[in-house]
């Protein structure tokens, strides 16, 4: 195991100028430190893409770059990888954390399938691969290996197992807001006070948590893994039953992942769709790095994509009142609650109801009926793995 320090300093010792990718929590403690300024200079990016991009823009500027990402998010890559980075021979270091390796925990089946695939993606591409562990080879090692394929103009990827790399970075205190900011909890509770029988869809991560644990109920879709991707769901279902009312939970870093989206949502513009923004400028479930969107105006990025209304809470009354005008209007709109960071994480959904159950309650809330059977899938989280 390396400490979080002696990654950023090894990477340092190899060259490497030039820190992007998206957060996990495998990389806490070096994603803390990089946040504070340590070890190479650190760009957060919106999506495991944007990293690949971000680092070949880097490398073509004389910095050799690491992007650092978790394997869920390894589809992202594979058109810059494919398009970009191989043709162009850019080389780059890529460390991947290998959630779901070498089995998926129970509760999150998301990672049953990028748990095995990664390295025979990898392979097919003619992409070299190095598996970083707690038990060795070290960083350095592994890096001197690789050193061969970035001076052939390649990219060298380093497969990160739970455990090769401590979480050992102290927290840094977090600093108070000028007024006090809603928390994660008392935002999911107005909504729930507010929507009726409105069916509500909420991003990966701790929203998810916080809806299961405060107001479980069949028209909740409780949406693991597929970061960035709910307002997307939520627009599908929206223009597939327009007679029913839709209201998503999203966070900041989620909707600067799939930002494009808002304009789809937009142009279509289902008068059935409240888009409710968590705004609290990092990614909770991964160790609170800063998300880089700080400045971003999500309410009026909503309104210049074409949504009909958008409004900004700071407060829970703010909130609800923009949820009453909302609900009680044609969409779609937008709240972007200025919240707090942190909070208590809450039990996971699919620690008490599996994934295709989440799914299939919620097509039936729907009158949308069950899912056919698909024998390829896991049948639940236990069986994921």
Not at 204 to 210: F, K, M, N, Q, V
Not at 252 to 274: K, Q, R
Not at 349 to 354: D, E, I, L, P, Y
Not at 366 to 382: E, I, K, M, V
Request: proline share 8%.
């Amino acid at each position: 195991m390396i400490t979080s320090q002696g990654m950023l300093d090894t990477l340092t010792d190899h060259g490497h100028g030039l820190v992007t990718g998206v957060p996990c929590s495998y990389f806490a403690g070096p994603l803390r430190l990089l946040d504070r300024g340590a070890g190479p200079r650190y760009i957060p990016a919106v999506n495991e893409g944007s990293a690949i991009g971000i680092a070949a823009g880097a490398e073509l500027g004389g910095r050799l770059p690491v992007v650092l990402a978790q394997n869920s998010g390894f589809g992202n890559m594979i058109n810059p990888l494919t398009s970009l980075v191989l043709p162009y021979r850019i080389p780059m270091t890529v460390m991947v954390s290998m959630r779901g390796w070498p089995t998926a925990d129970a509760g999150e089946p998301q990672h049953y399938w990028m748990g095995r695939v990664v390295p025979e993606w990898l392979d097919s591409l003619g992409i070299p691969h190095w598996m970083l562990t707690a038990d060795g080879p070290s960083l350095d090692e592994v890096l001197r290996e690789a050193r061969p394929a970035l001076d052939e103009g390649r990219p060298a990827f380093i497969l990160v197992a739970k455990g090769a790399i401590a979480n050992d970075a102290p927290r840094d205190a977090p600093a108070a807001p000028p007024l006090p900011r809603p928390t994660r909890d008392e935002v999911v509770s107005a909504v729930l006070a507010e929507a009726g029988d409105a069916h509500l869809l909420s991003t990966t991560g701790y929203l998810s948590r916080s809806l299961f644990n405060l107001g479980d109920s069949d028209r909740n879709f409780y949406m693991q893994g597929s970061m960035g991707h709910v307002a997307g769901i939520a627009l599908g279902a929206a223009l597939a039953r327009p007679e029913r009312r839709f209201v998503v939970l999203d966070g900041d870093g989620a909707v600067l992942m799939h930002m494009g989206s808002l304009a789809t949502i937009g142009e279509f513009a289902p008068a059935n769709l409240t888009h409710v923004v968590f705004d609290n400028g990092v990614y909770d479930s991964t160790g609170g790095q800063l998300t880089g969107g700080r400045r971003t105006d999500f309410a009026a990025v909503a309104l210049a994509c074409g949504y009909r209304e958008a409004w900004q809470a700071d407060s829970v009354a703010e909130l609800r009142t923009a949820l009453r005008k909302a609900l009680a209007t044609d969409g779609p709109s937008a709240i972007v609650v200025r919240g707090a960071p942190g909070g208590p994480a809450g039990e996971r959904a699919s620690s008490n109801v599996s994934v295709r159950e989440i799914g299939d309650r919620f097509r039936k809330s729907l009158g949308a009926g069950d899912h056919p059977t698909d024998d390829r899938r896991p049948t639940s989280p236990r069986t994921s793995a």
